[in-house]
């Protein structure tokens, strides 16, 4: 069964949400309480945009029990144009390609199944921008 903290982040992971600080301006993703900047406590909504740049990436080549049959893939840190900064794995490319600067749209996927249940969990991947 999922976590409950992947139940809480549903609406964040699901429509790519985030919270804007009213003191400072900074994104946060996904929404916090406390800004980490200014230490302001007023957000307001703001929804991310499905575009991005990979900042960071890595290659996982042993990848955990769910992952097995997907090894070797890319996972990478996605900065959007709004300034917040998410992990994502990389899709529909050879993972020895994926670099930083490189552009990627997010889309929304399945990532696993958990458990005997089969509980769908899904969320974004980045795919290379055409």
Known sequence: MP????????????????AR????????FPARRVCPHCRG?????TALSQQGKII????????????????????AVVETPEGARLMAQVA???????QPGMEVSLEFRLLRQEGHGGILCYGHKAVPAG
Do not use: I
């Not at 976590?3 to 985030?18: D, F, G, I, Q, T």
């Not at 600080?21 to 946060?28: D, I, M, N, Y």
């Not at 290659?59 to 996972?75: I, L």
């Open 92 to 98: 529909d490319c050879d993972p020895a390609t994926v």
């Open 56 to 75: 960071t990436a890595t290659v996982v080549r042993v990848a955990p029990a769910e992952f097995t049959m997907e090894a070797p893939y890319a996972v």
């Open 41 to 45: 406590e007023r957000w307001e909504n």
């Open 21 to 28: 600080c009213l003191g400072c301006g900074k994104v946060a």
């Open 3 to 18: 976590s409950p903290r992947y139940w809480r982040e549903v609406p964040s992971r699901y429509r790519l949400e985030a």
